[in-house]
């Protein structure tokens, strides 16, 4: 019998839950086809939260055509309908309690509608538009000053390492694109760590085709792995600044001063930075609002949309303690109803770098032995740049447009490097050691320019395009080799000494100038024909002296022949192509050719000799997509390439800057061709948060350009570029992910890879074979709440053997793991941030050092005023001081694990004051 509390607790519990019952609200109704007028059975009807766009209910309707999603929670819902072959029915409803809405839907079938249609853009958090997968930035939340960064970490198929380096479904995106006229950084991993996430509109992910395959629609197989981001347009206005200024006071700080000013559709923008905590000046949101782009690329979606996008920059990346100081002013204009774009901009950097690295390497030779190479090397370089661009867009009508680019810089550089490293047999026998210093000093003048004309002619898909590029490089330099080595016989003992005391000087001078025309021309509604050609004149003029002390003077003079050389190296392309394009509902392919003929002219003019070679080319390519359903697809393709020896693998000079490690060239090397095929797959399911991804590539290699190395008794190495057959390598990966429960998403993911590395030692032939394979999982919560976070494993198996030491097999495991934590506490205006990334890698009898990482950075940040305006934050970067870098590669019949001097713990505080008049910054 139950005692009065209880009955109490029943009787509570009992009212509590009926008036919940009778507050809740219902829909019910009919699906109708509108021009047959027939019910349509399981018909999917769908209701979602309009505060967070996440799926509250959802049914089928019966036999008759009816539903009724009952006991629903007052509230604001987007309500929609979708039936194979139908265009998807929309609407917004608010639902109060004990409401009883009717809706009786007629939906049209989608052949009576336009190819593509627009929904609310609330709804569509992820849409798979051809070979695009795009995502509404909105429906994924995060918090307040978040970056884009953290955007991109929420959406499922990409990912970010510690590095900001961007992968998605599986590939390393090589560009950003950001839609509009705003300049911005040209690396992808600054622009995603610091442009702010409500400034993005929709995220784009996509293999992105080249300029002329956008223009004329026959794809000529080349792409790029890209994110394009379309910006909100209400964040592209104003006149507004900013100034930060952060210190330790003690040894670290960092310094910013900035400007912006727009007029009509002019924008004038400068800036000066100066820190020595990072190795780029500007973030990205800075350097689209104040900065300036090199080597920027504008182009037009069919939608009338404008892409920008550009290629990576040596000084925002690095390895050391850097110190560094940028400026820059750019200025854009556009004018007759922006027929008429001019942008053109001015960057200046100067950059300090000190660092130390130290390698282990152990090199496998026959019978089962080996030897192991030890190195330091403690650097001190100094670069300072100067930079001009300058772009000119012209839409001469609505048929045809016309653009040229111009960009120039003058670089100069210095290095110090002093090196200290020993060789020493299985049994700890020395075999060698060395102490070197080299230094350098040198300038580099760098112009490039291109001419762009496209035509579409009066016939729909007829085109001709003309492309023009010319390039000039111009490098001088010199340096000093002084280097103290000692050899030791096979039982260790002293052998001899030598000393090395050289002057190394260089001048090369190397001009480019490339054509391209290509006409399209309509055969059908469906098939296109592309023809093609291009050509390519190039020319290297190099000088490169080594010279020694004679005995009787202090100063070098005397030139080393076989460390000398005067070269003239020439290459000549011609190479022609024709390629036909088939787009139906749902399949697309393409197939095609390119003829080519190949010529390199090497004269070496000191000794009056030259040498030609020639090679023809077969170029094939392909590819077929099928998509039943727009967020499905699968897409397979081949292309082959070829690769050309350089003048440095095919130049005879004997590079003796490491006296133990000597290159020498081949002048009988063949040009390399690779046969690449790929495959991948894309399902995405909107009511049930579900997708999956998986990509997957081989390609082997004929005539592959790899290397020699004979190893003498006193462990010098003379390394040579040679052709081998036999090298091929592969990859997969694929990832799945759906939601668990309400805002928490869970999701696995597999990759692996395999090689074979073909090469010789010592006159044998070695085989190296190579694979990994791993798996991964993660959940995540991201949330505008008070609480995100975010868990990711991926642990990884790693394999290599080699055929000339078979007892010598390598295994270890590696795990990362990518800890997130974000905690927000609104009415106080106080945001704590913690990020992680922990490297774990196991410890061997070939790599004995203990290198588990834990890079833990934290934050905590308030912001003052209204409008946020002002902002103090303090950071404590790599809590652990365990900030090292690490890279273990096994290849051939090398096995290495470099490591590298990074900065490490130290904490900042900063404070922030964002200025504004007459518009909003893109900050905001």
Known sequence: MMSPKQLLLLICSTFIALQSFSQSGKISGSITDTSSGKKLSMAVVSLIRTKDSTLSKFTRTNEQGSFE?????????????????????????????????????????????????????????????????????????????????????????????????????GQKVEKILVDGEEFFSDDPAVVAQNLRADVVDKVQVFDKKSEQAEFTGVDDGQKTKTINLELKEDKKKGYFGKI?????????????????????????????????????????????????????????????????????????????LPTSTTGGISYLNKWNKDKNTFSGSYQFNDQQVKGLNSSFTKTLLDKDSSFSNTTTEFFNSSRRRSKLNANYDWQIDSSATLKFKASGSLVNNSKMSEYTGESYTDDNLPINNTNRTTTTVGENKDFTSELSFRKRLKKAGRTISYTGNFSNNARVGEGFLFSENNFYDKAGQFLRQ?????????????????????????????????????????????KRNTLEKPISNDKYTEIVDTLSNHFLFKTTDHTGGVSFRFAGKKITTSFGTALGRTQFNLDEL?????????????????????APKKQRSLTLRYNGSTQNPTLQQINPIIDNNDPLNITIGNDKLKQAFRHNFSFSMNDYKIIKSKNLYVDASFSFVNNAISN??????????????????????????GRYGFEIFKGINFNISTNSNISRFVNRVNNQTNVSDNYSA???????????????????????????????????????????????????????????????????????ETFANQRNIFFVTTSLRRTFTKSDAFEAKITVNDLFNQNLGVQRNISSNFISENTFQNIRRFWLLTFTWNFTKNGKPSEF
Do not use: C
């Open 606 to 626: 000191n000794k009056g000799t030259n040498r030609n070679i020639a090679f023809i080319n077969l170029l094939p390519r392909a590819s077929f997509r099928f």
């Open 708 to 733: 020699a190395s004979a190893i003498d008794s006193i462990g010098r190495r003379i390394n040579q570029t040679i052709n081998v057959n036999g090298n091929y390598n592969g990859y997969m990966w």
């Open 69 to 169: 999603l009952s006991n629903l929670t007052a509230g604001s819902y987007i309500f929609m309908v979708s039936y194979p072959g139908y265009a998807e029915y929309v609407d917004e409803l608010t639902i109060t309690a004990g409401s009883d809405v009717q809706k009786n839907i007629t939906i049209i079938p989608r052949s009576k509608l336009l190819e593509e249609i627009i929904i609310q853009q609330k709804v569509a958090a992820i849409r798979i538009k051809g070979d695009t997968t795009e995502y509404k930035a909105d429906s994924f939340k995060v918090g307040p000053n978040a970056s884009a960064q953290e955007l991109l970490k929420r959406l499922p198929g990409l990912q970010v390492n510690a590095k900001g380096e961007i992968t998605a479904q």
């Open 498 to 542: 030598q000393d090395i005391d050289q002057k190394k000087t260089n001048n090369e001078n190397q001009q480019t100038f490339q054509n391209s025309l290509v006409y399209t021309e309509p055969l059908s509604k469906k098939w296109n024909l592309e023809l093609t050609y291009r050509n390519n004149f190039s020319q290297n003029d190099a």
């Open 244 to 320: 930060e200024a952060g210190s330790d006071f003690d040894k670290y700080r960092n310094g910013k001063a900035m400007i912006n000013s727009f007029k009509k559709k002019q924008k004038i923008a400068a800036y000066v930075t100066h820190n020595n905590t990072t190795f780029e000046g500007l973030n990205w949101n800075e350097q689209r609002n104040f900065g300036s782009s090199s080597n920027t690329n504008m182009e037009i979606t069919d939608d009338g949309g404008m892409m920008m996008w550009v290629g990576g920059d040596d000084f925002s990346s690095g390895q050391g």
């Open 774 to 844: 791993g798996f991964g999982f993660g959940i995540s919560r991201w949330s505008d709440k008070w609480i995100s976070f975010s868990v990711n494993l991926q642990p990884t198996y790693n394999y290599s053997k080699s055929s000339i030491n078979k007892s010598r097999e390598i295994k270890y495991w590696s795990m990362n793991t990518y800890p997130y934590v974000s905690m927000r506490f609104k009415k106080q205006k106080l945001y704590f941030d913690l990020e992680s990334n922990v490297s774990l890698y196991q410890k061997t």
